[in-house]
Every structure is written in C-alpha cells, then in structure tokens.
C-alpha cells in the first residue's frame, strides 16, 4: 500500500508516524489526552466505516458494541481475575455475536435504511436499560475497576501511565487503518462497495448480500468493542447511562462523517478536527469566565451542518486534492473509496 502512494503523500504520512511516535516525549500530560481521545475517536470511526461506509449500512447505536466490549473485559478481570487480552476476547465473541443477532434480524427481513439504524438505537437502549438494574455490574451506580499505583507500566494487565494507554491506542489506530485498507482491496470490500452504491445491481451480478452485509456488521462490531475494552481499563469506571448512551454513537460517527465517510483518512481527520476545536471551545470558554452548558453539542451540531452544506463528501477528499495527495480520479491511495474524486 505504502508503495502506491504518491511521494509527497508518502512523505506527510511519515511526518504524521514520527510526530505520533514522539509525542509523549514533547508533550505534557494534558496534550496526551486529548491525543489519546483523538486516537480512541479514529479508531471507533473507523470501526463504524467498516459498518457504513464501506456497505453503506447506517448505524446509530455503535455505543452497544463499546458497552458490551467494556463491560465483558471489566467483569472478567473484577470477578475472576482474568487480564484485558483475554477479556478481550471475550468482549470480541459477545459483541459479534449481538451484531449477528441485529444483522439477522435486520437483513433477513428486509430491514433497511432508516429502520436499520433504528434497531440499532434500540438494541443500544434496551442494554443500556438492562446493564441499568443489574446489580453484578454494579447497576445505575456504575462499575469501577480498581486502581494500583505502579513504578512501572503493565501492558498484560493495562495498569500503567498515561504513555503506555498512547501508545496502545497508537498501535490499535494503526492496525485499524491498516487492516480497513487490506479490506478494501480483498473481494469482500469490493462487494461492499457495489452494495454500498445499489443493491439491487449487486444482486443481480450474483453478490450474496445478505452474508456481505453480515460480515460487515460482523468485523465493524468486533472492532468497535476493542474500544470498549481500552475505555474500561483507561477510564477505570463504567456507567450505563454513560457508555450506551446515544450521544457516546453520536460522537462515534461524527469523525467519518466530518472526515468523510468511506475512506480511509477521513475518521482519523474528523476525530482530529473535532476533538482539538471542541477542547479549544470549551477551554476558551473557560478563561473568558462563561458557562454554556451543551456547548459542545452546539459546536459539533455546527460542524455537521457546515460541512454537509460546503464539504458534502467530507473535509478529507477536499484536503486530499489540495495538497496534491490524490493522483486520478476514482479509487486513489489516498483513501477515496468512492467514484468521484470528491470522495
């Protein structure tokens, strides 16, 4: 893939790899956090492109799958004592096999567009009313993980600084990316892509989209309950109200949709640009001495508004042409997956 690229794009990814590697060393505590939230929001949007951007299936209720991954790996090290990997694991096998049961459901009787992602939202309310009275997980009154101070940093049990949480959600950020960019270049993502544009001529060339459509949700739900696992283990407390909430599915597809939905760039620009312009709102805020309560739901409001009026097809396919990283039209490396390239 790195090959393909073109040279001026190959080196401002390599520029991007080396200011991400040294960043712990040259920032302070509070500009890792905020760069530990960019990358959490670029590895989740990610995720949810699989979902939607790539087959076009619109979910609403991807928080379900960061619950449940947060929930299985927290259990499993509180109660029996068993590490984050192997939760995760876990936490991999529920999350899919919920996604199955909503995908079954919802492609095996026709269940599309907007319906589809209103059975989304309600599988994320129904858990999250569930989780909300179950008292082995501590109910309403939240879940909490207990923290050691360490001199050192634990990968296998992720108890360890700030630093070591960087650089593991570096590493998962990376190997979404990587891996959504094998994908669209293996038969499936191709078959996703004609779903994506009309289903109907997908059928008619023979695509099976009803497995199509599963394995998406399938790799898109799995991929997302990871997230879960690091929110657990990184924030240390897990409430209901908190983790299914649809603002937390919200803020997991404004990044692809600001970015720009189906490609491959777009989430982790869209998770940039949102999370830096929001902590600046809210910090400017803060030293001027004015208390706007939502004013973050305002701003992110604003930008969606913004950018589907100018930038229909997202921030990142205009930035692309602009500085030159997109050689031809069509399918680029620069990570347009779309016809046009507007992306």
């Known amino acids: 893939m790195f090959s393909q690229i073109n040279p001026r794009a190959r080196g401002l990814l390599a520029a991007l790899a080396l200011l991400l ?11 890792l956090s905020v760069a530990v939230l960019i990358l959490y929001f670029a590895y989740t949007g990610q995720a949810w492109n699989v979902m939607m951007g790539f087959c076009g299936q619109l979910s609403l209720g991807h928080s379900l799958y960061v619950g449940i991954g947060g929930y299985s790996a927290a259990a499993l090290f509180v109660h029996f004592g068993i590490g984050p990997w192997g939760g995760a694991l876990v936490a991999v096998a529920a999350s899919m096999l919920v996604g199955a049961i909503i995908g079954f459901l919802a492609f095996r ?16 309310e129904f858990t999250r009313l569930g989780f909300d009275h179950w008292q082995w997980l501590g109910a309403s009154g939240g879940f909490f993980l207990p923290v050691k ?12 600084s700030p630093v070591m949480f ?13 891996f959504c960019t094998w994908l669209l270049r293996t038969r499936i993502g191709y078959y996703w892509l004609a779903i994506r544009e009309d ?58 949709i600001i970015g720009g939905i189906g490609t491959l760039f777009g989430p982790i620009l869209g998770a940039a640009l949102l999370a830096l312009l929001a902590d600046g709102i809210t910090e400017l805020m803060a030293q001027i001495g004015i208390e706007l309560p939502g004013i973050k739901q305002v701003f992110y409001g604003s930008c969606l508004l913004l950018v589907t009026m100018f930038l229909p097809n997202g921030v990142w396919p205009a930035l692309a042409r602009r500085l ?8 680029d490396p620069a990570g347009n997956t779309v016809r046009h390239p507007d992306g």
């Open 109 to 124: 009787f026709g269940i599309g567009g907007v319906y589809f992602a209103l059975l989304t939202i309600a599988f994320a």
């Open 166 to 178: 960087y650089y593991v959600m570096l590493a998962l950020a990376t190997a979404a990316l990587a």
């Open 324 to 331: 030159g990283l997109v050689s031809a039209p069509g399918p």
């Open 21 to 31: 590697l040294i960043l712990p060393w040259i920032a302070n505590n509070y500009v």
């Open 199 to 256: 289903q109907q001529a997908a059928q008619a060339l023979g695509i099976n989209t009803f497995r199509c459509k599963m394995i998406a949700v399938l790799i898109s739900s799995g991929m997302t309950s990871l997230a879960g696992v690091f929110f657990a283990f990184y924030y240390n407390n897990l409430f209901p109200e908190q983790i299914f909430n649809m603002g937390r599915s919200i803020e997991i597809i404004l990044g692809p």
């Open 149 to 160: 101070q360490r001199e050192f940093n634990d990968l296998l049990n992720l108890r360890g």
